[in-house]
């Protein structure tokens, strides 16, 4: 798998990780704690790890020595997010961090021997229904959990409400489902897919919702949300262009000032074999 990633990439992760931290299931966390081994450093496989904001979330929230193993296809984004990774567990225990670069779709089983659990944020919509196959299969086969977090639903809201807000957003999640280079991504789909595939192997999955709610705290993500947003809508449907120049040029004036909120659906996933 090979993704085009924009130049200015690590900043729009910057600037999405407060909101992702604050949407994160910890019940889920606290599920998983429970059923982690209790000897020896926990291994932890983070897929698609881009600047780190998952790993320095979660490793502080995870008891005792850690090792985490960070994939990414940009050497830069591993970069960021091995300089970032905090250096201790919250009882002090010592974490250690080592990058792979390459294409995590590719992953095996024996690849995740060591793995205490794997780990993605922001990352399923983004497979094919057999990249994602291939992923779980790994998963199960390793006997490890996997704690998939910030996956799209397609659900979202804007308030106040425009009589534009569904078209757009049904042409934004028919972009999110398009074919890339003879790829086409699951997109909204994601979810069902995984959960589907884990149930395959005989593998019990919880959800649990978590979305972002954007305010007036949060006016620069979601004019820059809205942006992409609507562009992506766009390309998916260029008629759409020339009857929402004066929809984006209200909605951004709205987002700017705060007065704009939005609700974007995210669930969170643990898929752990009882």
């Not at 591993?78 to 010592?94: E, F, I, N, Q, S």
């Not at 794997?118 to 992923?135: G, H, Y």
């Not at 149930?199 to 919702?209: F, I, K, N, S, T």
């Not at 947003?229 to 040029?249: I, S, V």
Request: aromatic letters at 4%.
């Amino acid at each position: 798998m090979s993704i085009d990633l924009p130049p200015d990439f690590a900043k729009w992760l910057a600037l999405r990780e407060p909101a992702d931290v604050a949407a994160r299931s910890t019940e889920l966390v606290d599920t998983l704690r429970a059923a982690l081994p209790g000897h020896g450093p926990l291994v932890v496989h983070d897929l698609g790890a881009g600047t780190g904001s998952l790993g320095r979330w979660l490793a502080p929230l995870l008891p005792g020595a850690q090792h985490w193993i960070l994939y990414d296809q940009d050497p830069d984004l591993l970069g960021r997010a091995c300089a970032g990774m905090p250096a201790t567990a919250a009882d002090g225990a010592p974490i250690t961090v080592e990058t792979r670069q390459g294409d995590l779709t590719r992953l095996t089983a024996a690849e995740l021997a060591d793995a205490a659990l794997v780990t993605a944020s922001a990352l399923l919509d983004m497979l094919t229904v057999e990249e994602l196959d291939r992923l779980v299969a790994a998963c199960a086969e390793a006997g490890c959990p996997a704690l998939f977090l910030i996956s799209v639903t397609g659900a979202v809201r804007l308030t106040p409400a425009d009589s534009l807000d569904d078209e757009v957003a049904a042409a934004f999640n028919a972009h999110q489902r398009r074919t890339v280079g003879g790829r086409r991504l699951l997109g909204p789909d994601a979810v069902d897919t995984c959960v589907a595939a884990f149930a395959r192997h005989g593998v019990d999955v919880e959800l649990r919702p978590s979305p972002w709610r954007l305010g007036p705290e949060q006016a620069a993500l979601t004019a820059q949300w809205f942006t992409g947003w609507l562009d992506a809508a766009r390309e998916q449907r260029p008629d759409l262009t020339t009857h929402t120049d004066e929809y984006a040029r209200r909605r951004l004036a709205e987002a700017e000032s705060g007065r704009l909120g939005v609700l974007v659906g995210h669930v969170d996933l643990l898929a752990l074999r009882r």
